[in-house]
């Protein structure tokens, strides 16, 4: 891997660290794509617009203003600069790449709805992109509303991918005819019939696409939805039938664009030049079928370096954004140049890359369950069996040079009177020694790692297991639906105190207790890591503030209501004369916003409770004055956030 070792760091005393330091061990740098860093007091900043130069503002400072206005953790900061920065660098990057190679068409990238649904991201990018006329993608028909009253450049496409409907297709049609180009793209055999129905009906000539499934196969998560078991797009029969069926309805004239998809986040350049090199041979062999042509849509897959490792591996990549259009435009060009047809307009599907890195998921610690590192012995019981002693005598004898036989004796001797237990031959008591007896020894046996030149992988595997749980006031399944169902990696760090060394290993769990509600895979220089260098905090101290970062692709709409935890509070933030300005604040979900959702009336619910209350006044378990107090606490939560509120 290209990015530095940072194993050093392990051993710089905590009265040496500096914020570098922590830049270097959370591997911000490489993942932070020049809009997040460190700065020297310690504090992650985000790079941001200020008039026209750019600032570096520390998150910390945006939250403390946040929290002053009453807005509680969790929070989802969207930064539009970053948005209109990734749109600009895509545009650009292929407006180069067309210079460089003298290639004769032009791109028009559009952006898919999907990857993120919310109103607000919509408006930015139809009213940003504009410049570049830059489209959209509806894979559906409340995404195809959608993009009709947000996007009206009659220079820009709205491609129409996924199942369609009557309704859909004629919606897709009338904007033609109003001027827009909506190119409606046939993902299955069956959809053509229906689409020349309509434009018959209608009498309307629509611009057409068929979606191919390609043979190329790509690396990564979302390899699925490409290849010949893709549930989407047309084999190659298919296009040939689907041609023929177009020149006998006299429809050929209308068939301009040959669409693909190879699925999201695909690590590796190579399978992506595979794929366009396939793709453009099917689209010579249109223009030689008599097809006008004169789009080829690559469709999504460039990847964000989530783990800033700069290599194929799943959650990262191992091209830049000019590189990926260096060569699709140089493939196709090529490609086409030697077959003597005229180089098509490139579009692309981009839309992980685009949002990725737009939102900034920050919630507060609110406990944390240390790893007992102790090696003071529990009070021992007062009978002892002889497995006992035999366990006391492992933890008295420890030594550097026998530390896995040391750690095998230790588990044997544990789970045998684990065992015992379950059969009654010893008691509670003596069992719960032997298990703290167990902790101690392996933590003796961890410290002893670092003596040893080669560590057994089991050892190894130990200190990840002596990890504290740092309990975050946030939801995974709400805000991190990848994180959980597909163990999608995001970088995840502390937003400030980072000028101090982090000295404990955390896992971070949320506050749905549910045992998947945690996070354990971290991004790491080498591979995965299981547990996240942090910060010891106070037993009352609830400002210790975590940053997810790039999550704006995604998560905002896949997440579920777990433990009936909403959504959270959203607050998009710019910079105007150099302080923060926080808009399109959009409020989270209340207790009653989420309990109306699965069918309960917050009016019905205070009805029932108030009667119960009333009977326990009248049965004497309660005094009017406290059903007046609890039906106070009632209401009021129901109207609060539904994630842990703190007063301030
Ligand atoms: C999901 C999807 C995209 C977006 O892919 P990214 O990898 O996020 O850029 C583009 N096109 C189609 C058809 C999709 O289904």
């Known amino acids: ?36 860093s460190v700065s020297d007091a310690g504090e992650v900043t985000v790079r941001l617009r200020d008039g026209k130069k750019r600032s570096e503002v520390p998150i910390a400072s945006i939250i403390d ?9 969790p929070v989802l900061l969207r930064f539009r600069d970053l948005l209109h920065d990734r749109i600009s660098e895509l545009n650009q990057s292929f407006r180069t790449a067309i210079a460089d190679s003298n290639y004769q068409g032009d791109y028009r990238g559009v952006y898919p709805i999907k990857v993120n649904q919310q109103r607000q991201v919509i408006e930015e990018i139809t009213a940003f992109g504009k410049r570049f006329h830059y489209g959209l993608e509806a894979g559906s028909k409340p995404e195809l509303i959608a993009a009709l ?25 009338t904007a033609r005819k109003m001027g827009l180009q909506v190119i409606i793209v046939l993902e299955m055999p069956s959809e053509l019939n229906l689409v020349i129905e309509r434009a018959e009906k209608l009498g309307i000539r629509p611009l057409l696409g068929v979606r191919a ?31 023929d069926q177009l020149k006998e309805s006299g429809y050929i004239d209308c068939l301009t664009l040959l669409h693909y998809h190879q699925g ?74 030697a077959e003597n047809i005229e180089h098509p307009t490139i579009i692309s599907e981009s839309g992980r890359a685009v949002v990725a890195y737009y939102s900034v998921l920050v919630f507060n610690i609110l406990d944390v369950t240390k790893f007992q590192l102790d090696d003071t012995p529990p009070t021992p019981p007062a009978t002892m069996s002889p497995t006992l002693k035999n366990l006391i005598d492992v933890a008295e004898n420890i030594s550097t040079d ?21 059969h009654g031959r010893v008691s509670l008591r003596e069992r719960g020694y032997a298990e703290h007896l167990f902790w101690n020894i392996v933590t003796k046996i961890t410290r002893r790692l670092s003596e040893l030149e080669f560590v057994p992988e089991e050892l190894a595997e130990l200190r990840s297991q002596t990890h504290d749980y740092y309990y975050g006031n946030f939801s995974l399944f709400q805000s991190l639906p990848d994180s959980w169902a597909i163990d999608q990696l995001f970088p995840i760090m502390p937003i400030h105190r980072l000028a101090e060394k982090p000295t404990q290993q955390a896992v971070l769990a949320d506050i749905t207790c549910d045992c998947d509600g945690k996070i354990d895979r971290f991004v790491d220089r080498r591979d995965v890591a299981h547990t996240l260098p942090l910060h010891p905090i106070q037993p009352d101290d609830t400002g210790y503030c975590i940053g997810v970062f790039l999550v704006g692709a ?6 579920d209501l777990h433990n009936l935890l909403g959504d959270t509070n959203v607050v998009g933030v710019h910079l105007e004369n150099g302080k923060p300005v926080y808009s399109h604040e959009v409020e989270g979900d209340t207790v009653a916003d989420v309990l109306s959702y699965v069918e309960y009336e917050p009016k019905v619910l205070v009805e029932k409770f108030r009667s119960f209350a009333e009977n326990a006044v009248n049965s004497g378990k309660i005094t009017p004055r406290e059903r007046k107090e609890v039906m106070k606490s009632y209401r009021h939560g129901l109207d609060g956030y539904t994630y842990f509120e703190s007063d301030i």
């Open 554 to 559: 995604y998560q905002e709409t896949l997440g």
């Open 149 to 173: 009253a947000h996007m009206h450049d009659e220079e820009a496409y709205l491609i129409c991918n996924g199942y369609k409907d009557e309704e859909f297709i004629d919606l897709a049609l």
């Open 65 to 73: 203003g946040l929290r002053d206005r009453g807005t509680d953790f």
């Open 402 to 422: 026998s530390l896995q036989e040391n750690f095998n004796d230790a588990t044997y001797y544990r789970d045998q009177i684990r065992e015992m237990h379950v």
């Open 1 to 36: 891997m290209s990015t530095p070792d940072t194993s050093h760091l392990e051993s710089v005393p905590a009265s040496a660290w500096s914020a570098d330091d922590s830049a270097a061990l959370y591997g911000i740098t490489d993942w932070g794509n020049n809009f997040f």
């Open 264 to 337: 999201s986040q695909i690590p590796n350049i190579r399978a992506i030049r595979e794929a366009a090199t396939e793709a453009t041979r099917m689209y010579i062999d249109l223009v030689k079928e008599g097809a006008p042509m004169g789009i080829l849509d690559t469709g999504g897959g460039l990847a964000v370096d989530y783990d800033g490792s700069h290599t194929d591996f799943p959650a990262s990549c191992n091209y830049t954004i000019s590189e990926y259009c260096a060569d699709l435009v140089e493939v196709i060009g090529q490609t086409c140049t």
């Open 213 to 243: 499934r390609l043979a190329t196969k790509s690396e990564g998560k979302w390899q699925e939805s490409a290849g010949d078991k893709s549930v989407f797009g047309l084999s190659a029969s298919q296009i040939i039938e689907t041609v």
